[in-house]
């Protein structure tokens, strides 16, 4: 009997010190051999910092209260003072920096700039967590939607199955009149929105929506990583690892 005691302290001992265990931090994306994204936390949640080794910086992007989660569609990033973070499964939302990863702030996809505000093309669906979607009704595009993300020379381009492209607007790093205001990077729009033939917003007008194509830029030569690779194991115990 004094064995079994002694034993089942010493599982219980062992549980509660697994428990205490810190979380683990491993890098979950690589832009190029000096700017990664480490992820700190349990089941590829948690804090996210930024750090650039080669300009020495590094930087909270999601503290631990906040808890990112990592993204799984294709991602291609070779721009260094635009960076944009997305996130898995937000729908309306990114995190941005204009610096070179020094500060934080968001960024949205533009009210009134869907692709197909009137759903003829884009049909009524349902998000992997069952909330349905109204033809027409939603100014961003679903995750289930989104093919890719590629931030190059300074703007943002979120890919669709439906053929859409949403973009950032060209940088600008002054004040320009004629370009009546708006802050770079900052709203997404779908190029329908200001340069299709039935152009509804206002960023028609804008200088630095001008001249964008509806395409994705091609990247060459892009030594950074194609998508976000998170092990969910890490730091857990072999009986809670592949639940």
Known sequence: MRRVIILSAFTALSACQAAQQPPPTQVVYRFDDNRFLELTGFNCEGRLQYIDTKRNITTDVYDGYSGYRVYTKIYIHPSERYIVIPEYEDLS????????????????????AGADPYGKRIPARKTASGMEVVAGENTSPLYEDIISLTVVADQGFVLTKWGDIYMSSKPFDAYDPEGHGGKWGK??????????PERWTIDSDRKNFQGIPNKVPVV????????????????????????
Do not use: H, V
Not at 187 to 196: C, D, M, V
Not at 232 to 237: A, K, Q, W
């Open 93 to 112: 939302t990114f995190t941005i920096s204009k610096d070179y990863g020094k500060t934080w702030e968001r960024a949205r996809y533009s009210p009134g």
């Open 220 to 243: 060459k030569n892009y030594t950074g990583w194609d998508k976000m690779r998170c092990n969910p194991d890490l730091g857990l115990p072999a009986s809670e690892q592949g639940k």
């Open 187 to 196: 709203e997404y729009a779908s190029w329908n929105s200001f340069a299709g």
